[in-house]
């Protein structure tokens, strides 16, 4: 007898509350980091506009130009590892073992 599945009735074998943390925490870290970074970036760029120096004006597209590359870097990063995550056991159930044990189970369930 497993001692880690005594009292686990979902896909996650008890690690259902942690997995639905991770994936809210994967939702907010994809919507408002990008965003949060492009508003930064215009604010700077606001910023350099009402100075009027030429070379502040190119200092901040240079800066808005790196977060917005961070932004889309974040917004994939985060999309990347929902999907690799999702895809993670997999192979489990083409091997023969149940769909409801396997970890793409679990994480498709959250």
């Known amino acids: 007898m497993d001692m880690f599945l005594i009292g686990a009735t979902d896909a996650c074998g008890g690690l259902g509350p ?3 943390v991770i994936k809210a925490l994967f ?3 994809k919507i408002f980091v990008p965003i949060a970074l492009l508003i930064f970036g215009v604010i700077d ?3 350099a506009v009402m100075a ?3 070379k502040e004006i190119k200092g901040a597209t240079s800066k808005f130009i790196k977060r917005a590359i961070a932004a889309v870097a974040v917004f994939f990063a985060v999309t990347l590892v929902d999907a690799v995550m999702g ?3 997999q192979g489990e ?3 023969g ?3 409801s044990t396997s970890w793409s189970a679990c994480w498709r369930s959250r």
């Open 97 to 99: 073992g149940s769909d």
């Open 52 to 54: 009027s120096d030429e």
């Open 18 to 20: 942690i997995v639905s």
């Open 27 to 29: 939702n907010i870290i």
């Open 45 to 47: 760029l606001a910023k």
């Open 87 to 89: 895809l993670v056991g």
């Open 93 to 95: 159930e083409s091997d």
